[in-house]
């Protein structure tokens, strides 16, 4: 296994150091040192977006998550992605998250998702249905593109509320994905726009946050 990883290149995916292990999933890409630092559970997180009921992120975003989905997000690395779905699917599965009865991605823009040949965020939630017993539904999209940019960053922060919306009516209990929370601006304008539809609540789950 060690010379496969070191064929490929490929150290742990945090720090570069060398990795012997034959572990599978997001473990068997990580040192020891690194692993050590996977959190054991979801976090319920302090800050709350607004119109979201409760937000759990996997680990803050300063941490190893927030190194391990920046590169991830960004390098096009899709396998890290899904080992980082699968540990989200595992620590939500023994989390005190509600009981939801559908879960909404956030959506990329086709733009982004056509230079990186795969929407980021679905890889990552690619796990949870099984674990959650709801099923992911691609309700919401994003209005936005061209339109957003020459303006400034306050008036893009400003603008964001109607960037999302939702395709049709729903209804029940949701959860949001998305790959990092930090300002909560597209988290809450994607709750709004769940909510004007007709969700009851949506709670917010994310690789990496605060
Ligand atoms: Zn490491």
């Known amino acids: 296994m060690f010379e496969m990883f070191a064929a490929w290149g490929q150290g742990c995916a945090a720090c570069a150091h060398p990795i012997e292990t034959s572990r599978p999933g997001l473990e068997g890409r990580l040192c020891l040192q690194c692993r050590q630092g996977l959190p054991v559970a979801l976090e319920r997180m302090a800050r709350r977006p607004e119109f979201v009921d409760e937000a759990w992120t996997l680990g803050p975003y300063s941490g190893l998550?927030?190194?391990?989905?920046?590169?991830?997000?960004?390098?096009?690395?899709?396998?890290?992605?899904?080992?980082?779905?699968?540990?989200?699917?595992?620590?939500?599965?023994?989390?005190?998250?509600g009981r939801v009865n559908a879960i909404?991605?956030?959506?990329?823009?086709?733009?982004?998702?056509?230079?990186?040949?795969?929407?980021?965020?679905?890889?990552?939630?690619?796990?949870?249905?099984?674990?959650?017993?709801?099923?992911?539904?691609?309700?919401?999209?994003?209005?936005?593109?061209?339109?957003?940019?020459?303006?400034?960053?306050?008036?893009?922060?400003?603008?964001?509320?109607?960037?999302?919306?939702?395709?049709?009516?729903v209804s029940g209990a949701w959860l949001l994905v998305d790959d990092v929370l930090t300002t909560g601006t597209t988290?809450?304008?994607?709750?709004?726009a769940l909510r004007e539809a007709g969700a009851a609540s949506i709670e917010v789950l994310v690789v990496a946050g605060g």
């Open 65 to 97: 998550l927030g190194g391990l989905v920046r590169p991830a997000k960004y390098g096009e690395r899709e396998w890290l992605l899904a080992a980082l779905g699968v540990e989200l699917a595992e620590r939500a599965a023994r989390s005190p998250l």
């Open 104 to 169: 909404a991605c956030v959506p990329s823009t086709p733009l982004r998702r056509m230079s990186r040949g795969f929407d980021a965020v679905a890889l990552l939630a690619r796990a949870l249905p099984g674990v959650l017993d709801a099923p992911i539904v691609p309700v919401l999209v994003r209005r936005d593109g061209a339109r957003q940019a020459g303006r400034t960053h306050a008036e893009r922060r400003a603008n964001v509320h109607g960037v999302f919306q939702a395709r049709r009516r």
């Open 187 to 192: 988290a809450s304008a994607c709750a709004l």
